[in-house]
């Protein structure tokens, strides 16, 4: 019987453009074997998530103008501990022990790296965001 985390390393995808090169700092490593293919795994959800916050905030995101919508996410990442907090949790809750053994060594500048991946995958989806009938 497989363990929790081999199915969750095997249902991860691969970033190709995610290189391990030597004297990478074990943040940028972590960043690029675990974060990464973590945030592209979890997107969808992500993005639903957001979608709730936009709501929960009374659809102001909506009358933005696009440069606004940017500033808007990242603000709402920045923030609110609330959502901040959540979001960390959907990336986390995919971690496997050992990469969680890795996380909490050094938890605040994996957690700048996490939320920065977080915010550039919804400001990359900012279209995503319309209203929708």
């Known amino acids: 019987m497989k363990t929790r985390d081999a199915y969750l390393l095997e249902i991860r995808p691969e970033i190709s453009s995610a290189r391990i090169l030597p004297g990478m700092s074990a943040d940028e490593k ?3 074997e675990t974060l990464r293919p973590i945030a592209k795994l979890q997107n969808e959800l992500l993005v639903a998530v ?6 929960k905030m009374k659809n102001v ?12 996410i990242e603000n709402a990442i920045q923030k609110n501990t609330k959502f901040r907090n959540s979001l960390k949790g959907i990336i986390i809750g995919q971690f496997t022990l050992q990469e969680y053994e890795t996380y909490i060594q050094n938890s605040s500048a994996l957690n700048k790296r996490m939320m920065n991946i977080v915010k550039e995958r919804l400001q990359s989806h900012v279209q995503l965001f319309d209203m929708v009938a």
Do not use: A, P, W
């Open 30 to 32: 972590f960043q690029n």
């Open 50 to 55: 957001f979608r709730n916050y936009i709501q």
């Open 61 to 72: 995101f909506h009358t933005l103008t696009i440069d606004q919508r940017l500033n808007y």
